[in-house]
Every structure is written in C-alpha cells, then in structure tokens.
C-alpha cells in the first residue's frame, strides 16, 4: 500500500522570522534595543531588504539647508554653536534678506536639490518673525523647490500661518531619548518639543524629526531615541540621524565620538522601524568617509543634506558629494525620476 500522505507534495508554508517583538502596535526600546544588538550583517540585510520593499526607485533625496537667522540662541542645547552662552566664534545675525535666500535657493537647486531647509537660531518666533519667514518660503516655493525650516517652538497658529505660505516641512528634533535630554538642554523641556510636533501635525505639514548620537549618550538612550520616533503617529515623513559634530566652546566638545559602525546600526533600526520615511544621513558625514557613508545608504538612508555648509558647520562640498553617489550608483531623486521617464 502507497502512503499517500508520504507521496502527494504538501505545501511549504514560510514565516518571516520577527526580529523584535512589538507590543500594541509600538515598539518597545527593549525591541528596539534588540535590533541594534543583531550581528551587523543580519542587521543590514534586514535593513535592506525593507528599504527595497518600500523605496524599490532607490533614489536619494538632496536636500540643502541655509541658517537665514544665524547665532544669539538663547537655548542651552550642548552641542550648538549657535548658543549665545557658548563661546565658538559664532556672531549673532540678523534673518536674511528675501532676496539673498533667492540667490542660494536657486543655486542649491541648480546644483540638483529638490528641498530647501532654512533654519533660524530661536528659541521660538515671534509673530513678526512668522511674517517674514512667510515671505522667504513664498520666494522658495516659486522655484519650485520644496521647503522646509526649523525655526524653533511653535504655537499652533503660527504653523498655521507657516502652512497658509507653502511650507511643505517643519524641522523640529527630538535630539535624544528622554532619559537623558535634561544632560543635554536644561531650558526647554522635552515635552516642549513633542507639543511643537503635535501643531506642525495640526496644521497639515509634514514632519522632519529625529536626533542626534555621540552626545555621551548610553546605547540604550538611542533606543530610546528610536522607540520616540517610530512611536510618534503617525511617525516623521522625514528622519535626520545626525552625528555629533564636536565645535569647541561647547559643552559637548569632548564627547567620546559614536563608533562608525553603531552609527550605521541607528541608520538601519531607524529604516525598519520607520519603512516609509526619508532617513537623512545628515550631520558629522564629513568625518565618516565614504565607506561608511556607503553603509548608511545600504542600511536604508535615502537622502542627505547637499551643499557645503549645514547652519554652521561643515559638511562634503557638491562635487564630492556627486561622485560619491557616482560610486555607488545612486541616482539623486530628480535624476531617478527623469531616468524613470526615459525608460517609460
């Protein structure tokens, strides 16, 4: 007698192994924090393997951010140099022109960014100050660029106002976890923050938030980073993982720097914790080179911050920045799109 049971094919059923167990919907920092402890090779594959599921163009956004407001911050936050309490060099300035902001818009955009970030060292606007932003995003937005600023605390009506001009971003950092903002900044609260967050979300604008690493934090604080982000609802369209850019005169000067490659690790749990979101390889990438750059974009980072200046500080000049990219065969988000239509 023939064992049927032996003999017909069965079905092979597959399921996808969990890497981290998420509870009620949100991730808990100990799954987070699981992520982050993975063998790097399996952390990248995973990590990859939901960016292509999500970002199958795999383009990389260019985004360029001009300080139209620089220096005179009256905030504390330890790795700034714009504090006015911290001696760096930095001189307080007035908010630019609108025809100034024309000139470096255009010429960011000429040299392929797609988004215009402006930032101003306030510790939040006054409604005069809204005003005039207005005026600037109006100016950028007829480029035809997206835009988007950082300008501080915001109440809701003055997201509002910011909205009813065309701004498409609001930049506001969570910078750390929690536990360990008050080592950080001691006059704002973290709470200040997240309520900022929740009148750009009133408002209709998209979000850009994420944070900063090597501020002498412990690894379970970038989980804890992590957990806030992904777990904010729904979580930022856009996520800058910045990387501890040390300017003396500040008290964060000599912060141990993050290891490369546990900046990489925070580049990939933030792809799988957050699949649909632009994660921006942003500050401190000066300091990688360009094989841990190119980590980060297999890990999941989709855009940067273009241009040879971030605020302050510096970052890779365009034309390092282009043959990086050429290396590695990446396209920037225009040239993607423009090859797309090529192939259509």
């Known amino acids: 007698m023939v064992n049927t049971a032996l003999s017909t094919p069965q079905p092979i059923q597959l399921h996808r192994p969990v890497s981290a167990p998420v509870v009620r919907g949100e991730w808990t920092v100990a799954a987070i924090q699981s992520l982050l402890d993975k063998p790097l090779m399996d952390l990248l594959f995973e990590a990859q393997t939901v960016h292509r599921q999500h970002w199958p163009q795999g383009d990389i956004e260019l985004a360029t951010l001009l300080s139209v407001k620089t220096g005179g911050c009256p905030e504390n936050c330890g790795y700034c140099p714009q504090a006015a309490e911290f001696d760096t060099g930095v001189k307080a300035e007035k908010l630019m022109a609108v025809d100034e902001v024309l000139r470096a818009a255009q010429a960011a955009k000429d040299a392929g960014a797609t988004r215009f970030c402006m930032g101003a060292a306030w510790r939040a606007p006054k409604d005069r100050d809204i005003e005039k932003v207005s005026e600037l995003i109006g100016a950028v937005k007829g480029l035809g660029l997206q835009t988007c600023a950082t300008l501080g605390m915001l109440e809701s009506h003055q997201a509002l106002a910011l909205k009813d001009a065309g701004l498409d971003y609001y930049n506001h950092n969570l910078d750390t976890a929690p536990e360990y903002y008050t080592d950080v900044v001691s006059t704002r609260a973290y709470q200040d923050r997240l309520d900022t967050l929740q009148h750009v979300r009133g408002a209709g604008i998209s979000v850009c938030c994420g944070g900063i690493v090597g501020m002498g934090e412990a690894p379970v604080h970038r989980a804890g980073l992590i957990a806030q982000l992904a777990n904010l609802n729904p979580y930022p369209e856009s996520v800058p993982i ?5 300017v003396p005169g500040t008290p964060l000067a000599d912060s141990e720097p993050i290891d490369p490659l546990d900046f990489v690790r925070m580049i990939a749990v933030a792809r799988i914790t957050m699949p649909r ?45 282009e043959q990086l990219l050429g290396k590695l065969g990446l396209r920037a988000t225009g040239q993607a799109c423009a090859r797309e239509l090529e192939l259509n």
């Not at 910045?242 to 040390?246: D, F, G, H, K, P």
């Open 242 to 246: 910045n990387s501890l850019v040390r």
């Open 277 to 321: 979101a632009r994660v921006r390889l942003s500050a401190g990438r000066q300091q990688m080179g360009e094989a841990v750059q190119a980590l980060c974009f297999l890990a999941g980072a989709n855009s940067i911050f273009y241009g040879d200046k971030l605020l302050v500080t510096g970052n890779p000049d365009v034309e390092a920045d």
